[in-house]
């Protein structure tokens, strides 16, 4: 009968410790959702323009450091093989590398 009654009581305290454990799972759910007020997050800097040259493409798109890297490839003689730097905040071009075949 003792037996029983320790292992009434460890269920209960058990089914307490879900109980909490539930309710603080809520919390930190409910606390972390936005509330409607703007995030101090940027949300992107929307639509730019990258200007290529004609035949070319983006053939790779990284975040390297904080900065948006775009890689482009095509032909080699029409000068494709690009890579372009953009602040991912405003999407402002910081730079360039251009391969260039050596005479």
């Given at each position: ?13 058990m ?25 101090d ?5 929307g ?56 005479p």
């Amino acid at each position: 009968m003792h037996n029983m009654r320790a292992l009434k009581a460890l269920v209960v305290f058990m089914g307490i410790l879900i109980a909490v454990g539930l309710g603080l799972l809520t919390y930190a759910v409910i606390s972390g959702l936005p509330d409607g007020q703007p995030s101090d997050r940027p949300g992107g800097f929307g639509d730019t323009t990258v200007d290529l040259p004609t035949g070319c493409v983006i053939a790779e798109a990284v975040v390297a450091d904080g900065t948006l890297v775009l890689r482009a490839d095509g032909p080699v003689e029409r000068g494709c093989q690009i890579v372009i730097m953009l602040d991912p905040e405003t999407g402002r071009e910081i730079g360039r590398v251009k391969a260039q075949e050596q005479p």
